[in-house]
């Protein structure tokens, strides 16, 4: 079955299982803001970015092991994750004053991204994947946006460090990132 698979999907394409699970995770965060806004259901806010969390997780294994990577799942699955973080820092920044700082930093370090893998594209034809510090970024936003929603009563300093250490982690992936897209402006030529 992973034969048959693997010749029907190629760079080129777009409806692959990995893709509608992120479209998935795309279409979940309304529902998370409105559990947030709407409903004040915290409970059910963590159920459904734990769900989003996992499509995240199951749509980069599917991809992988079945080989489904595609350039859009390469462009839209990063894309929804930050959508994602984004929508629920902004939920949070509204209860805790703290969460406008990584909410601030993933801003910048976004625009920043997007910038230079727009540059990276341009020079190579390529969409460069994520690499391992992104992915422990992704994971570490996804515990500290968890523990925030779930432990209202979270004690400042616990919630000082933990939002610290995550921001930390994003400076060193952006500065990780920034130097590899750099190189691939530097030495890509488009085929």
């Given at each position: 079955m992973k034969q048959e698979i693997s010749t029907v999907v190629n760079k080129e394409s777009v409806l692959t299982i990995p893709n509608l699970l992120t479209l998935i995770r795309l279409l979940?965060?309304?529902?998370?803001?409105?559990?947030?806004?709407?409903?004040?259901?915290?409970?059910?806010?963590?159920?459904?970015?734990?769900?989003?969390?996992?499509?995240?997780?199951?749509?980069?294994?599917?991809?992988?092991?079945?080989?489904?990577?595609?350039?859009?799942?390469?462009?839209?699955?990063?894309?929804?994750d930050k959508l994602t973080q984004f929508a629920v820092l902004v939920c949070l920044a509204t209860r805790y004053r703290v969460m406008r700082l990584p909410l601030a930093m993933l801003v910048i370090k976004e625009a920043a991204s997007g910038l230079m893998g727009w540059m990276v594209f341009r020079r190579?034809?390529?969409?460069?994947?994520?690499?391992?510090?992104?992915?422990?970024?992704?994971?570490?936003?996804?515990?500290?946006?968890?523990?925030?929603?779930?432990?209202?009563?979270?004690?400042?300093?616990?919630?000082?460090?933990?939002?610290?250490?995550?921001?930390?982690?994003?400076?060193?992936?952006?500065?990780l990132y920034a130097m590899r897209n750099i190189r691939a402006i530097q030495g890509g030529k488009r085929s």
């Open positions: 979940l965060i309304g529902p998370i803001v409105w559990a947030f806004a709407g409903l004040h259901d915290s409970a059910l806010m963590a159920v459904l970015l734990t769900v989003s969390g996992a499509t995240d997780i199951l749509d980069g294994w599917i991809a992988r092991h079945f080989h489904m990577i595609s350039a859009f799942g390469k462009a839209v699955d990063p894309l929804a190579t034809g390529e969409v460069l994947g994520a690499q391992w510090h992104g992915k422990l970024v992704t994971c570490m936003l996804y515990a500290l946006m968890i523990a925030h929603i779930l432990w209202q009563e979270m004690p400042a300093y616990l919630s000082n460090t933990l939002t610290s250490l995550c921001m930390a982690m994003m400076a060193l992936s952006f500065t």
